[in-house]
T-cell receptor
Framework: AQSVTQPDIHITVSEGASLELRCNYS??????LFWYVQSPGQGLQLLLK??????LVQGIKGFEAEFKRSQSSFNLRKPSVHWSDAAEYFC???????????????FGAGTRLFVKA | NAGVTQTPKFQVLKTGQSMTLQCAQD?????MSWYRQDPGMGLRLIHY???????DQGEVPNGYNVSRSTTEDFPLRLLSAAPSQTSVYFC?????????????FGPGTRLTVL
């Protein structure tokens, strides 16, 4: 069965420090991988996505993620965190859903990022 | 473009009441879906649609109905609300041209069932 695991429920980093959020997935085929960010009271916004090609993907707001097939991982990184990065981050995998042409995005449970001054 | 819009933003219902959550998108996306978000569980797919007149169930469809009469609109109906349906509901849309592409999310509807 397809699944996404984000092992850290919450992480606290100091402003200016580097960040890495972990994500592991389980999916039999080539995955479509996403990272979304959700600020309090807001909907989800796409940070970056991986479909194929270069395994290091650049996203918005200075984020990047690296796809490692051997580890079934898609970790999100940022070299220097800003206070405005405090939010909840969701890793997700896109999978085909039945034979009706539909697909679904399976989300991890999320990692809440706290940034301290 | 307004993107994906949802109404209402907040709603309180009593057990057994019915209501419809509205969702609209102006990006001409074929694919629309409804998710619910509960603490510690990420987002779970309720129903989805791949085009006008075509809908299908997701992971947690019980207690919810949908219809898709136009490309733009995808309402979610709760026929008889239950406290277990207290959640935040997100509508999303995307283009099917690439098979499984970026989803654009609405701002959400926070529903409380007493």
């Amino acid at each position: 069965a397809q699944s996404v695991t984000q092992p850290d429920i919450h992480i606290t980093v100091s402003e200016g420090a580097s960040l890495e959020l972990r994500c592991n997935y389980s999916y039999g085929a080539t995955p479509y991988l996403f990272w979304y960010v959700q600020s309090p009271g807001q909907g989800l916004q796409l940070l970056l996505k991986y479909f194929s090609g270069d395994t290091l993907v650049q996203g918005i707001k200075g984020f990047e993620a690296e796809f490692k097939r051997s580890q079934s991982s898609f970790n999100l990184r940022k070299p220097s965190v800003h206070w405005s990065d405090a939010a909840e981050y969701f890793c997700a995998v896109g999978v085909k859903w039945r034979n009706t042409g539909g697909f679904k995005t399976i989300f991890g449970a999320g990692t809440r990022l706290f940034v301290k001054a | 473009n307004a993107g994906v819009t949802q109404t209402p933003k907040f709603q309180v219902l009593k057990t057994g009441q019915s209501m419809t959550l509205q969702c609209a998108q102006d990006m001409n996306h074929e694919y629309m879906s409804w998710y619910r978000q509960d603490p510690g569980m990420g987002l779970r797919l309720i129903h989805y649609s791949v085009g006008a007149g075509i809908t299908d169930q997701g992971e947690v469809p019980n207690g919810y109905n949908v219809s898709r009469s136009t490309t733009e609109d995808f309402p979610l109906r709760l026929l008889s609300a239950a406290p277990s349906q207290t959640s935040v509901y997100f509508c999303a849309s995307s283009s099917l041209l690439r098979g499984t592409d970026t989803q654009y999310f609405g701002p959400g509807t926070r529903l409380t069932v007493l």
